[in-house]
């Protein structure tokens, strides 16, 4: 039996985030199953600087100048 434990939610505000992660704990809590508070954590990554490592990659946003000369953003998935 395989097991699919780790994973990523996503969203644009600290509120989202914490919403999501209360309807999660519902859902799981109905499967009898129940988050890992020492391994699970909230990262920003609005501020280019905060990452994560997941699946041994390690994740990160950052800005990039197009040709054009305006900023975009790209997340990095760089090797642990």
Not at 22 to 49: F, H, R, Y
């Amino acid at each position: 039996m395989r097991y699919a434990d780790d994973f990523v939610i996503m969203c644009r505000t600290k509120n989202e985030a914490l919403e999501s992660i209360q309807v999660l704990k519902a859902i799981m809590k109905k499967l009898d199953l129940e988050i890992n508070t020492e391994k699970s954590k909230l990262v920003s990554l609005w501020n280019d600087t905060n990452g994560f490592d997941f699946l041994d990659l390690h994740h990160r946003k950052f800005p990039v100048m197009n040709k054009g000369g305006s900023k975009v953003y790209v997340m990095s998935h760089i090797s642990k």
